[in-house]
Structures are given as C-alpha cells and as structure tokens.
C-alpha cells in the first residue's frame, strides 16, 4: 500500500505518476481522505488531558485520562451538533456510550477538540504544563 500526502499541485503531479506506473490487471483502492491528527495534535491533546485529570473533579470523583478522553470527546461531539451513540449495553446492564476515536479525527476536527478542551479548562482554572509553542494552530 502507498500513502500520498497532498499539499500542492506538485504533489498531484507525483502521485499521477505513480498511478501511470500501475498495473491495472488488479484492481485498486484509491481514496481520498483528510490528514488524520498530527503528532503534536496528539501529544497537545494528552499533556491537556493529563492536567485536567489532575486538577478537575466532576461528580465528586478525580478521573483518570481515558474517562476524561471520553467525557471531553462526547461533550465536545455533542456541542459540534454530532452525537455519540448511546446503545443498551450487550449484556442487558444499562447502557453504552459509542463515541468518535480521537485517534481517528482530522487535523481540522482535532484542531476544534483541542480548542474545546482548552476552552473548558480555562472554565475549571486549569493550570497547562505544556506551553503553546504553537500558537493554537493545531
């Protein structure tokens, strides 16, 4: 399998002749896709969710990353006019919650969810350990 990033013309051009270079006796998958969430993406979205683990309580309890990941990411769909899903639970126990992969966000998608974050951790006087080297342009 190969991976084009595109940016520019010039990168059409490359991937055109890529796909000149093909045999076409096999069929092939082409698609076309927004750049899931970068690097500092996802180490920005962790540092934020590991001060907030440690600095908010909600419903009377500190959460660990993975709930706070979870409820922040529900929240924010939900906000976003999205919905997670709420599904009765396989076991017949109450229900769950099905929510988007942050893993799986685009950067313009991860970019709206790191500003949510923020937005409800200046909400909760978080204190952020990571400095914004990037000026919010993630």
């Known amino acids: 399998m190969t991976d084009f990033v595109m940016h520019s013309m010039a990168d ?3 991937l055109m002749g890529h796909l000149q270079a093909q045999d076409f006796g096999k069929p092939k998958v082409i698609v076309i896709k927004d750049q899931d969430r970068s690097g500092e993406q996802n180490k920005k979205l962790h540092a934020c969710l590991s ?3 440690k600095q908010v309580e909600h419903a009377g309890k500190k959460w660990d990353v993975l709930i706070w990941k979870r ?3 529900a929240a924010w769909l939900r906000e976003s006019g999205e919905q997670p899903q709420l599904i009765p639970a ?3 126990n109450g229900f769950d919650v099905v929510y988007e992969r942050t ?3 685009s950067v313009k998608q ?3 969810l790191l500003e949510w974050i923020q937005a409800f951790g200046a909400e909760h006087q978080v204190r952020w350990s990571q400095k ?4 919010g342009r993630y």
């Open 110 to 112: 991860c970019a709206s």
């Open 51 to 53: 001060d907030i683990a």
């Open 132 to 135: 914004d080297l990037w000026e």
């Open 71 to 73: 409820l922040l990411t």
């Open 12 to 14: 059409v051009n490359r």
């Open 90 to 92: 396989v076991d017949g």
């Open 103 to 105: 893993s799986k966000l």
